[in-house]
């Protein structure tokens, strides 16, 4: 076997094959003393020192070997005693005899080597690290056991032959660079990655970890470069797959889209793990719904949620990205949902046709694995992971990281699901809090905008709203409550439904404000009482909330407002001219402080109000009077519909992201003509109510509502009989022809109607019981000298008119 060391320069001896000195160098004889006479045709025993016969023993059992080297005991001439490295190498005659080659080195520095080189050898020659040994035109020289074994590559193959030759279905132009590069500067290269498949090995891709030496004598002469190879492919897989992992969390989950999070395991699976990746969902996971358990042959239908391929437009794939699919019992991802467990194949001819990824004319993998998508114990869909492109088939290495792969996914689909499931029930809540249409009003135009700070989910926390009252007029309402999220929903919902209850009682504005301070007062009380974080952020919501509460009648064309720590609203006269009323602020709700104050204004007819929340006004580098200024030139500036103003303003105010919810409620007012609204006073006699009879059917004839005469006759003579009975002077009945046909009576005293259920045999106390039968609604509200008993008729259709 060819030798890498140069022995060069030291004492020999050769030994005929009975051990017999027949040659002898001057450098042995400057070693040990003896001149060639001296020694010649004498038994080489005689130049051991000691007992001779362990070395004797060891060079008769290493005398089949190609060599021996061992450090021996020396006996110099004048019987000193001396020990050198030894090393023994066969020789043949010219008769074929075999002899052998014994050096020695000739001082103690080349012993020294001669014993590194002794020990190297069969250490690298028996290691299990590849070595080999390359000369300087960068040809196999020599290479170790483990090298060509662990390389699968016989020693012919190499020796002689640059590496590109050796091994020429592999790219080794790095390797190659790299050993030039060593052989040129002598500067070691360490720890190099090298990746390449070894053709008469598997078909799998294998990593090995590489070091270049420069390969120099003593005397600095280059010989050649000697690198050292390990197969560190376990290793490197191991490590690849952490790295996946790690970025696996970094990238997938990056959103609370459903869709969105199957799509980035994907774009992580593919080309890393596989060369396709297939998300199938449940249909409900979308929507937020919690899959329900299904028997294991049960295998629901699905949609495809999210692809992935190296081949660009997915030829291997029969469905689109959110098209139905459903697995017919048997295929791969079938038998994964009903063991719920990871299946593992190499694909045939048969098992290809059944799958979705199969189709004629398109790719086809040679290796296919599927793994349910699950978290907290329910199974979300399937993900199916295919290879052709790639010749490694999946092995189980692989499944096991595809199983901590789709199980970490499956935790970020069923957060997003979950968000999906909240965001669909905090939009639920907030359209069931606020007015979803603002109904029209002969008294009022109106539009409105809402937009949520934070427009993820909708939920916000202004509000506003607009209820119909009485007599033809009509409250609008706008308020704000502390903070966003379902506790500031909760809270708005619950002042929002006191006011509405407050507005339908006809109770006055101030008395309003009041009511709803008393309310969120005890909704802290009881939220004390009842403890816990959840409870107390309700509370906290309400507290500190603020509200306008403004009625306007179209009669009077009287605009009564009043507000608890709100903005007060714009006015826009007829003129365009702009103006804030002076309006008492009064304190935010919850806070128990000063009383609350009203305040009317009469407003010219087609008047506009704007009633809106601080959102719109107040904003990072605008403080609330600059708001309030731009606010008033953009309503001067614009006399359309209230849509259009709406628009505008919200155009011109809003920009960029929102720091605050913004509710903006606009309102044109009319005033009902004198002909829509008619008032009589009624005497305090009996007489009178025959008398009102007549007014009403005179006025309803003129006004084309003969249809309505029995009910209104009824109805009128009722309440002012009930007024003479109960209450007391004067007695006034107004009729108003709004969207409904609308009675009233008047009367100076406070006492409030009781609607009985009179007895058979009772002669009275059947008046209210027949006002309620006849008309849509009624009620009582009370003014400054008395109450108002109003009742309400539908009008009757154009076509009930007609015939």
């Not at 806070?591 to 809106?612: D, K, R």
């Amino acid at each position: 076997m060819a030798r890498p060391f140069d022995v060069a320069g030291v004492a020999a001896a050769v030994l005929d094959p009975r051990g017999t000195v027949i040659a002898w160098s001057l450098a042995a004889q400057q070693l040990l003393g003896y001149a060639p006479q001296e020694i010649l045709n004498r038994p080489a025993a005689a130049l051991l020192a000691g007992d001779a016969r362990g070395v004797l023993r060891m060079a008769k059992e290493h005398r089949a070997r190609s060599s021996w080297g061992g450090t021996v005991p020396l006996r110099h001439r004048d019987g000193g005693r001396l020990e050198r490295a030894v090393l023994a190498s066969p020789l043949l005659d010219t008769t074929g005899r075999t002899c052998w080659l014994v050096s020695a080195e000739d001082d103690e520095r080349k012993s020294a080597s001669t014993l590194s080189q002794m020990m190297f050898e069969p250490f690298v020659v028996g290691s299990p690290i590849g070595v080999a040994v390359l000369d300087t035109d960068l040809r196999y020289v020599w290479v170790n056991d483990a090298l060509e074994y662990g390389g699968a590559i016989p020693r012919a193959r190499r020796l002689g032959l640059h590496i590109a030759e050796a091994v020429p279905h592999v790219d080794v132009r790095g390797v190659e660079t790299r050993v030039r590069r060593v052989l040129e500067s002598g500067v070691p290269i360490l720890d190099y990655e090298f990746r390449g498949r070894v053709p008469t090995k598997d078909s799998r891709e294998y990593v090995y970890r590489m070091s270049f030496f420069r390969l120099e004598d003593q005397a600095g002469r280059v010989h050649g470069v000697w690198y050292i190879t390990s197969d560190i492919t376990d290793r490197w897989r191991a490590r690849e797959r952490l790295v996946l992992l790690n970025e696996a969390s970094a990238r997938i989950g990056s959103t609370l889209d459903v869709t969105r999070t199957a799509q980035e395991l994907a774009d992580v699976a593919v080309p890393r793990l596989a060369d396709f990746a297939a998300i199938d969902l449940l249909y409900t996971v979308p929507e937020g719904v919690e899959p329900a358990p299904g028997r294991a042959d049960d295998i629901p239908d699905m949609y495809r949620a999210a692809m992935r391929s190296v081949s660009g437009d997915y030829p291997e794939a029969r469905v689109r990205i959110g098209e139905a699919i459903r697995h017919p019992l048997g295929s791969l991802a079938a038998r994964t949902l009903a063991e719920d467990r990871a299946v593992l194949e190499t694909v045939t001819a048969a098992s290809a046709a059944e799958d979705p990824w199969s189709k004629v004319g398109a790719l086809r993998p040679h290796s296919v694995m599927a793994v349910p998508l699950r978290a907290r114990g329910v199974t979300l869909g399937v993900v199916c992971f295919a290879r052709w492109r790639s010749p490694d088939r999946f092995e189980e290495d692989d499944v096991l990281l595809a199983e901590e792969l789709v199980a970490r996914a499956g935790v970020c689909v069923d957060n997003a699901r979950r968000f999906t499931r909240e965001q669909t029930a905090a939009t639920v809540l907030q359209r069931s809090l606020m007015p979803r249409v603002l109904f029209e009003r002969p008294a009022l135009e109106v539009a409105s905008r809402y937009l949520p700070a934070v427009a993820s989910h909708g939920l916000g926390s202004d509000w506003f709203d607009m209820i119909p009252l009485s007599g033809a007029r009509v409250a609008l309402v706008v308020g704000d409550v502390v903070g966003h999220g379902y506790h500031a929903a909760v809270a708005m919902g619950r002042i929002r439904t006191t006011v509405h209850m407050l507005a339908t009682l006809e109770v006055p504005a101030e008395e309003v404000l009041a009511h709803l301070d008393d309310f969120v007062l005890e909704l802290q009380g009881t939220e004390d009482a009842v403890g816990g974080d959840e409870t107390q952020t309700v509370a906290a919501a309400a507290t500190g909330a603020t509200c306008l509460y403004v009625v306007y009648d179209p009669v009077s064309r009287c605009c009564t407002m009043a507000r608890a720590g709100h903005l007060p609203p714009a006015v826009v006269s007829p003129d365009g001219a702009v103006s804030f009323p002076d309006l008492a602020a009064g304190p935010p709700l919850g806070l128990g402080a000063l009383p609350f104050e009203s305040a009317e204004f009469e407003l010219p007819e087609g008047s506009v109000l704007a009633l809106y929340t601080d959102g719109l006004v107040r904003t990072r580098d605008q403080d609330i009077d600059e708001g309030m200024a731009r606010l008033a030139a953009v309503l001067a500036e614009h006399d359309t519909h209230p849509e259009g103003i709406c628009d505008a303003v919200i155009s011109a105010l809003v920009s960029g992201p929102l720091s605050d919810d913004v509710a903006l409620l606009v309102a044109r007012t009319h005033a009902l003509g004198l002909g829509l609204v008619v008032t009589w006073d009624m005497p305090s006699d009996p007489a009178a109510v025959a008398g009102a009879r007549r007014l009403v059917h005179d006025q309803l004839v003129s006004w084309g509502l003969e249809d309505l005469f029995f009910t209104t006759e009824l109805i009128v003579s009722e309440l002012i009989t009930n007024a003479m009975r109960y209450g007391g002077g004067p007695i006034r009945l107004r009729l108003i022809l709004d969207d409904a046909l609308i009675c009233e009576v008047s009367d100076s005293s406070n006492t409030s109607p009781r609607l009985r259920h009179a007895r058979t045999t009772d002669e009275g106390g059947r008046g209210l019981f027949l006002v309620a039968h006849l008309s849509r609604r009624w009620g009582t509200r009370y003014t400054g000298a008395g109450k108002i008993i109003w009742a309400e008729q539908n009008l009757p259709s154009a076509d009930t008119t007609a015939s």
